[in-house]
């Protein structure tokens, strides 16, 4: 990539939440949710907090429309805790919808109706669509006196057929995904989120929206995808980096590739699961002895990698 086309990040910015963010491909996607046919996009209000974060994470999609007040939001890994992250993000935006009104009125306060929807294209769970809930959460296991349920949708290409052929846009950013896991297997993340785009455009897959957004989407699904793919090198089935050439070997690849990609120390940390001091100290080398070869470098590197 040119000096111009170099990668920056939005931490956790993603595809999913560049696609939606368009209201016309949001009410697609509500219509197909719902067996709807509402065509007017002014029926539609986005409520995103833009500047809300949870689990440093920036939540993808919030709006009204009719009596409903839905959250939409992109997983690519399974995370038990949406319940959680869900009922802190409602409480804020009805905060912001019912503003300043006095709550000890006697006439009741109305509101639209909850609806948080995930749509999961992660590998370790398998089923069409499950039903997380905050109660999971609760510590003593027991009743309590509030529920928030999380309707978790898979979305990964051949999943959910029905919905797909109801909401093109859904079914093109499954398409899209598919082609760069299937051109990853060969190719490093960049060249093969790459050429996934461009086989997207020649396909007629997002066409329109890859053109008009390719350099931004090209950097985040890089980002995406050095996420993604540490995650099962390292990470799968609960398995930490261990203490040996191999995993060091793999540590000093990834590394080198994200420093190319600009990526912070911190997220560096969060992706492969060491210390800020490790990755630090495995880019010092890397800077130090910038034409060595990875056979020498890595003699050096199990020193620091987390046992």
Do not use: W
């Amino acid at each position: 990539m040119t000096d111009e086309k170099k990668p920056y990040f939005t931490y956790k910015d993603r595809v999913f939440r560049l696609l939606f963010k368009d209201r016309k491909r949001l009410l697609e996607l509500y219509n197909a949710l719902n067996d709807t046919h509402y065509t007017d996009v002014e029926n539609l209000t986005v409520t995103t907090l833009e500047n809300a974060i949870y689990m440093k994470m920036k939540n993808d999609v919030s709006f009204v429309i009719d009596c409903s007040m839905c959250l939409y939001e992109h997983q690519s890994s399974y995370c038990p805790n949406m319940p959680l992250r869900g009922f802190l993000y409602f409480a804020d935006l009805y905060k912001k919808y019912i503003k300043d009104v006095d709550l000890s009125v006697r006439h009741r306060v109305k509101i639209p109706t909850p609806h948080y929807i995930v749509f999961y294209n992660g590998l370790e769970r398998k089923e069409e669509e499950f039903v997380q809930k905050l109660s999971d959460s609760f510590e003593n296991g027991e009743d309590g006196c509030m529920e928030l349920t999380v309707r978790t949708i898979n979305i990964n290409y051949g999943q959910n057929e029905e919905l797909m052929n109801r909401c093109k846009s859904l079914a093109d950013y499954a398409y899209f995904v598919a082609e760069i896991r299937s051109k990853l297997e060969t190719l490093p993340f960049d060249e093969a989120v790459e050429q996934a785009v461009e086989v997207c455009i020649e396909k007629d897959i997002l066409r329109d929206f890859l053109i008009e957004q390719k350099a931004e989407v090209i950097a985040m699904s890089i980002y995406e995808y050095n996420e993604e793919y540490v995650r099962k090198v390292f990470m799968e089935d609960g398995e930490e980096l261990g203490y040996n050439r191999g995993k060091a070997e793999e540590l000093l690849r990834i590394l080198r590739r994200m420093k190319e990609s600009e990526l912070d120390i911190s997220v560096m940390a969060k992706l492969t699961g060491q210390e800020e001091s490790t990755v630090r100290a495995v880019l010092d080398l890397l800077q130090t002895y910038p034409d060595e070869s990875d056979v020498v470098l890595v003699k050096q590197i199990p020193q620091f990698v987390k046992k």
